[in-house]
């Protein structure tokens, strides 16, 4: 048998402030997109990029952990696991939307609002189905990384 | 404002329909293992065995699935094999299984048939459940069966 029996901790992973987070993005580019309001998809770019450099910026997180789990209105679900994955997944979807944003002041609104609705697609599938695509690209890279 | 609500349910729609290809080519993947042995002269055959799979930068590899793998040998014994193998250096079989994240596990039974894939973190119960059910089948072998992770 050949198990690595590292028993280090994980700090707990909040599973239902990510679920928050993803809900808010898909709603605010949802109502973005329908009122055709370039500066609501910017706003959520700023948003999703302070936090993925910073949790105590994520706002929606905050709103989670600071309205939400205290009214009682949502439970939390914590789970022993990195959060590195998730962070880098925001990030993706941050760069996206920041890219989607540019078009979209830049007068390319096709470009931009196809770019905003991917990232409302990803972030769908992962509220959805639990599928996290950008998790995945970070096991690739890791992969990548590793291999060589 | 009615075009861009029919774009988002048009959206919607595909997604619904991608995932579901998706699940099915997954679904037809993991069948057309039910004949291979790829693990031939990794692991040793003549009992189940259950393969994690790790990689160096997976936290959640040496925090949870190895104390878990830990936990489902010291339970079972020499029931099972238990092994933990190194994503980067198993690029055809993490490839040809399917595994699209790290941790993962595999279930394997005495004759190096692919029986289970787990995708995300499985605890000792879960997988001492899979490997009894090959070890006392209740009915006649069935299909491998995956099971994704969350998040």
């Given at each position: 048998m050949s198990v690595n029996q590292n028993h280090a901790t994980l700090p707990g992973f909040d599973r239902t402030a990510l679920r928050v987070n993803q809900a808010a993005v898909i709603v605010l580019l949802l109502v973005a997109f329908i009122a055709d309001l370039p500066w609501l998809a910017a706003t959520t770019a700023i948003i999703m990029a302070l936090g993925t450099i910073s949790p105590s910026l994520a706002l929606f997180q905050r709103l989670y952990r600071d309205v939400l789990r205290p009214a009682g209105l949502l439970r939390p679900d914590i789970h022993q696991e990195d959060a590195a994955p998730h962070r880098f997944a925001q990030g993706m979807g941050a760069t996206v939307l920041i890219l989607a944003s540019l078009a979209l002041f830049l007068g390319a609104p096709t470009v931009g609002w196809a770019l905003a609705l991917l990232v409302v697609a990803l972030a769908a599938i992962n509220l959805v189905f639990g599928f996290c695509v950008g998790c995945f690209i970070f096991f690739q890279i890791q992969r990548l990384v590793h291999s060589r | 404002m009615i075009e861009r609500l029919l774009i988002i349910i048009l959206v919607a729609v595909v997604i619904a329909l991608a995932w579901m290809a998706i699940r099915a080519w997954r679904a037809q993947?993991?069948?057309?293992?039910?004949?291979?042995?790829?693990?031939?002269?990794?692991?040793?055959?003549?009992?189940?065995?259950?393969?994690?799979?790790?990689?160096?930068?997976?936290?959640?590899?040496?925090?949870?699935?190895?104390?878990?793998?830990?936990?489902?040998?010291?339970?079972?014994?020499?029931?099972?094999?238990?092994?933990?193998?190194?994503?980067?250096?198993?690029?055809?079989?993490?490839?040809?299984?399917?595994?699209?994240?790290?941790?993962?596990?595999?279930?394997?039974?005495?004759?190096?048939?692919?029986?289970?894939?787990?995708?995300?973190?499985?605890?000792?119960?879960?997988?001492?459940?899979?490997?009894?059910?090959?070890?006392?089948?209740?009915?006649?072998?069935?299909?491998?069966?995956?099971?994704?992770?969350?998040?």
């Open positions: - | 993947h993991l069948r057309s293992l039910a004949h291979k042995t790829p693990f031939a002269g990794i692991i040793p055959p003549g009992k189940p065995a259950v393969v994690g799979f790790s990689t160096p930068g997976c936290v959640e590899c040496r925090t949870r699935q190895a104390p878990a793998l830990a936990r489902l040998s010291a339970n079972l014994g020499d029931q099972v094999t238990v092994r933990t193998l190194p994503v980067s250096e198993y690029p055809h079989l993490v490839d040809h299984l399917g595994i699209l994240t790290a941790p993962a596990t595999v279930v394997i039974d005495a004759t190096g048939v692919v029986r289970f894939v787990n995708l995300g973190f499985a605890d000792a119960e879960k997988l001492a459940t899979q490997v009894n059910s090959i070890a006392h089948p209740v009915h006649n072998r069935s299909d491998p069966q995956t099971a994704a992770c969350q998040g």
